[in-house]
């Protein structure tokens, strides 16, 4: 009895756990509180992580997933003259900025 209590509490608590990481993970990112960038000619995720990399912090393949996971974007590629959202806090930047211009 005392075993199969241990094992319901732990299968809780795991689930509990589980669920709290999907929920975590499938929250939107408020794009209200980062800085929207105008895409320019030439422009690649790759670039904008390194040009905006004292801004975010963040290695470049984690910039990249956050702006494609973030704008919903069918892949990594970006064309000129698109709006994205960066992981760089508006706070940090003073609002929206056009990249190369």
């Known amino acids: 009895m005392e075993k199969t209590l241990l094992h319901y509490f732990l299968f809780s608590f795991l689930f509990a756990l589980v669920l709290a990481g999907f929920v975590y993970a499938s929250s939107p990112v408020d794009k209200k509180e980062y800085v929207t960038i105008t895409v320019a000619p030439g422009d690649t995720l790759w670039g904008l992580a390194k040009q905006y990399e004292q801004e975010h912090h963040m290695p470049p393949d984690?910039?990249?997933?956050?702006?494609?996971?973030?704008?919903?974007?069918?892949?990594?590629?970006?064309?000129?003259?698109?709006?994205?959202?960066?992981?760089?806090?508006?706070?940090?930047?003073?609002?929206?900025?056009?990249?190369?211009?």
């Open 62 to 101: 984690e910039f990249i997933r956050w702006v494609v996971d973030a704008n919903h974007l069918p892949s990594p590629r970006l064309a000129a003259g698109e709006q994205i959202v960066i992981p760089v806090l508006k706070s940090k930047q003073g609002g929206s900025v056009a990249v190369n211009q």
